[in-house]
Each structure stands twice: as structure tokens, then as C-alpha cells.
């Protein structure tokens, strides 16, 4: 695990990077394709601020000094659970208006910490993913001037997703639930 962090994918011109880590693949892709979605895997990038990776098993774990916050860079949304992940109906705009949710990750006495996995190597990124972490970056800068606090280091996971057949929405590679519509090409 600590090699694969040291190790981060390296991308061409023209070309996106996968995340190195991503959340658990539970939906292959033999399974979408029979739900009518296309079997191409793709990752959006979330960004989980006030967390850390515990590199021994991959767990996600609070850091402790605030509240867990994370969004979808490619959605411009804060999630509002990482386990399973959930949107937020509203986006990050009006996230300044109606606040950040804070997170919850699981763990404890009885329940398994979320553990990260190795991203599929056959996923791919959204063609715009550079200009959607720019603005989550922005977002995360404007947030801790709003909190007079530093949100921490920021981890980038991946959040496998698989693009329609013909149109229409994406299906969560991770709970088989379908999501808004979204271009990735």
C-alpha cells in the first residue's frame, strides 16, 4: 500500500491520470452492462478533507481535528456519506448558503473503518477533470477562510462510476445506484 501511495499513476499529453486509491468496486462490469449501463469503468475524484489513510489496510480513518468533509470535484456537490456515497442535492454554490455537511466515517467498536482500494487499472477519468479540481480547490480554499481554519491535507479518492449506453445517468460502480447525469468524454 505504501508503495502504491509513493507511486502515483504518471499520465501522457492528451491523456488523465487514474486516482491511485479508490472507494470499493462492488458492481463489475459484466453486472452493469446486464442493468443496461456501458461496461467502460470511469472515476470521478473526491476530495476528503480532516481525514487520513491509515497505509497498513487502506482504512479511511477521521483525523481529529474537525469535521470529515468531502465533495465531488466533477458534480461541483458535498457529499453527504461516503459509505455508501451520497450526493447532496444542492451544489457547492448554494453549499455556502445551507453549509457543509460533516461526515461521518464509519468505524468503531463494532463497526469495519471504510477501507480504500486500488483503483481498477482500466479505469479512466472525465475528459474535464482538471478544470472540476480547480474549482473544488478554490471551494476548499474559500471554506477555510470561512471556518479562520485549515480544512488539513486533502485526500483525492476515486469514485468508481460507469458511463450510459445511450445517454442518460451513471451508474455508482459502488452501490449499484444510479446518479445525475454527467458528461465524462
Known amino acids: 500500500m505504501l508503495a502504491l501511495l509513493r507511486d502515483q499513476r504518471r499520465a501522457g499529453a492528451g491523456e488523465h ?3 491511485a486509491l479508490s472507494l470499493p468496486l462492488r458492481i463489475k462490469p459484466a453486472r452493469a452492462c446486464a442493468l443496461g449501463w456501458s461496461p467502460d469503468l470511469f472515476t470521478l475524484t473526491l476530495l476528503v478533507g480532516n ?13 481529529g481535528r474537525g469535521p470529515v468533509v468531502a465533495i ?3 458534480y461541483d456537490r458535498p457529499l ?10 444542492y451544489s457547492l ?8 455537511p460533516a461526515l461521518r466515517l464509519p468505524g468503531g467498536w463494532l463497526r469495519a473503518p471504510l477501507r480504500l482500494e486500488t483503483t481498477h487499472r482500466a479505469a ?6 482538471d478544470d472540476a479540481l480547480a474549482r473544488a480547490g ?3 480554499a474559500e471554506l477555510e477562510e470561512a471556518w479562520r481554519r485549515r480544512v488539513g ?3 483525492e479518492i476515486a469514485w468508481p462510476v460507469y458511463g450510459p449506453e445511450h445517454g442518460g445517468p451513471l451508474l455508482d460502480a459502488v452501490a449499484g445506484t444510479p446518479l445525475p447525469e454527467l458528461p465524462l468524454r
Open 17 to 19: 491520470a487514474a486516482h
Open 51 to 63: 481525514a487520513s489513510l491509515r497505509a497498513e489496510d487502506g482504512a479511511l480513518l477521521a483525523h
Open 72 to 74: 465531488c470535484a466533477e
Open 80 to 89: 453527504t456519506s461516503l459509505s455508501p456515497p451520497a450526493l447532496a442535492p
Open 93 to 100: 454554490a448554494r453549499a455556502r448558503l445551507q453549509g457543509v
Open 124 to 129: 479512466l477519468a472525465p475528459a474535464r477533470r
Open 138 to 140: 478554490r471551494f476548499f
Open 153 to 155: 491535507s486533502l485526500l
